[in-house]
């Protein structure tokens, strides 16, 4: 027994692109979440050295909310200032000057006002005013270079995040014209094939070829739907319309038995999908009285339905998986995931999965209707 298997992988490139989305743009609620919890963490900080100093008193509280405060509006000045600066739309030189200069510059004023504030409200003589603005001094420049290392590291990210997610989009938009061209190609295929049927009924038969074109026109409604998917109910009706083509031409040398578990007729399949398989299987053997054909139609428990048919070549034919199969194959490939399994024994057997049900993943993502 041979195992067919298609040798095309888009699930990953497709699974990535709906997962990656992209991050948040610098805001100012970014900016203040990211100043209430670094000033959060200061606090803390303060608050150890405070009892490693052993200077825990009565004040300690409003000290400690004093601070807090003051590195809150710190934090959200200088975080809101660098994200304006750095969504500008100038060069890159000119941005970094100018965070710098304006951090800076926020610094110098918000440490005087604060520190002043500070000796104001909690005078101490343990302390000397010279000690305490010099502390503040570093300790309001060591927040800055904070602010820029941080909002350098977001800018980086959100930059490759989008490199991905633009990436992503033309992988996705590469498996939606890949897809459109197989759907193309499928559709003269279907109809060369009927053509070819119509041309062997004229002349030999017109009341027949008659009957063929009536019934060929509302199978042509169907297969150019332009669905990607579609119930297998639908599909089955669609095959047995087609096979109903086949019987005006060939008669009871023709016979389709349905095999179909009724569970399974709201699962989803690909459009023209059974019709393909039986039409190959009428290009490829021989159907005559002396070699009726009988082809096969059922579900499998495993959620997959399969077609097959005794091999009874004809000769003369080159026998292969053909522009229709492989183009079936493909699709599933690139709309599901999932592989078409080909076996070839005595019978030949194809069976192609049944989905549960439509996946944003799977069928929104590359683009499809």
């Given at each position: 027994m041979s195992k067919i298997n298609t040798p095309i992988n888009f699930k990953n490139s497709i699974i990535f692109a709906m997962r990656h989305k992209p991050l948040h743009h610098f805001s100012n609620a970014l900016a203040l979440r990211l100043s209430i919890t670094l000033s959060i963490f200061l606090d803390c900080v303060l608050l150890l050295g405070y009892?490693?100093?052993?200077?825990?008193?009565?004040?300690?509280?409003l000290r400690l909310i004093y601070a807090f405060l003051s590195d809150v509006v710190l934090f959200y000045s200088l975080y809101s200032f660098t994200f304006k600066i750095i969504q500008l739309d100038i060069k890159k030189?000119?941005?970094i000057?100018?965070?710098?200069?304006?951090?800076f510059a926020i610094v110098a004023?918000?440490?005087?006002?604060?520190?002043?504030?500070?000796?104001?409200?909690?005078?101490?003589?343990?302390?000397?005013?010279n000690f305490l603005i010099v502390g503040n001094i570093m300790k309001d420049i060591i927040v800055m270079f904070i602010v820029l290392l941080s909002t350098m590291l977001l800018h980086s990210i959100i930059q490759r995040q989008q490199i991905l997610l633009e990436n992503e989009k033309l992988v996705a938009d590469n498996i939606?014209?890949?897809?459109?061209?197989?759907?193309?190609?499928l559709d003269p295929h279907f109809l060369f094939n009927s053509l070819n049927t119509l041309d062997g009924l004229i002349g030999n038969d017109?009341?027949?070829?008659?009957?063929?074109?009536?019934?060929?026109?509302?199978?042509?409604?169907?297969?150019?739907?332009?669905?990607?998917?579609?119930?297998?109910?639908?599909?089955?009706?669609?095959?047995?319309?087609?096979?109903?083509?086949?019987?005006?031409?060939?008669g009871d040398n023709l016979q389709i038995q349905y095999n179909i578990d009724e569970k399974y007729r709201n699962y989803f399949i690909v459009p023209v999908s059974l019709q393909l398989l039986v039409e190959n299987a009428i290009k490829h053997n021989v159907?005559?009285?002396?070699?009726?054909?009988q082809i096969t139609i059922e579900t499998k428990p495993h959620d997959t339905i399969r077609v097959l048919n005794a091999i009874q070549p004809k000769s003369g034919v080159?026998?292969?998986?053909?522009?229709?199969?492989?183009?079936?194959?493909?699709?599933y490939e690139i709309l599901f995931q999932k592989e078409v399994i080909i076996t070839k024994t005595d019978v030949f057997c194809v069976e192609i999965p049944l989905i549960k049900q439509q996946s944003d993943n799977t069928i929104k993502n590359p683009g499809l209707k």
């Open positions: 009892v490693y100093v052993n200077r825990i008193g009565e004040s300690i509280g030189n000119a941005k000057s100018y965070i710098i200069l304006g951090s004023v918000l440490n005087s006002i604060f520190t002043e504030g500070s000796i104001r409200f909690f005078p101490s003589s343990l302390i000397s005013a939606r014209i890949r897809y459109e061209a197989l759907k193309n190609q017109d009341e027949k070829a008659h009957e063929y074109v009536q019934n060929l026109s509302q199978v042509f409604r169907y297969a150019i739907g332009n669905k990607e998917i579609t119930h297998l109910s639908d599909e089955l009706d669609f095959t047995k319309s087609y096979a109903l083509l086949m019987k005006i031409r060939y159907i005559s009285s002396r070699h009726p054909l080159e026998h292969g998986e053909g522009i229709g199969l492989a183009n079936l194959t493909e699709r």
